[in-house]
């Protein structure tokens, strides 16, 4: 059975950092792209960074680049989200999900389409 599991969301004051874990199983980890999305109360869910778990290419969406920063660890078939400089703009659930994924590095977000297993979510919020 396929799982993915966030953990580390909860409520920082602006400019604080939050980790993000994503624990996945039930499928061969290395073949997959992991994301990471967010989506805010009325608003669409949005794509925010994603690794190729296979050789670390990353993607990342413009409002988080430089604050944000996506790792996997291969070992114990975990990815993080490390959250720095938050935004009361960040403040949403955040969902991390899998992509099949065989054809290569990426360097950008890849599209929602490919996604083909989601977590449950976990809830960030930050105050200003």
């Known amino acids: ?16 950092s939050l980790r993000l874990s994503c624990a996945a199983s039930g499928f061969i980890f290395d073949d997959y792209v992991i994301g990471w999305f967010r989506q805010a109360p009325g608003q669409e869910r949005e794509g925010v960074s994603c690794i190729d778990t296979s050789d670390a290419s990353t993607g990342y969406a413009d409002s988080v680049k430089g604050r944000f920063t996506i790792s996997s660890d291969n070992a114990k078939n975990t990815v993080y989200l490390q959250m720095n400089g938050l935004k009361p703009e960040d403040t949403a659930v955040y969902y991390c999900a899998a992509a099949l994924w065989l054809r290569g590095r990426i360097g950008s977000l890849i599209p929602r389409s490919e996604y083909d297993y989601w977590g449950q979510g976990t809830q960030v919020t930050v105050s200003s």
């Open 1 to 16: 059975e396929v799982q993915l599991v966030e953990s580390g969301g909860g409520l920082v004051q602006a400019g604080g």
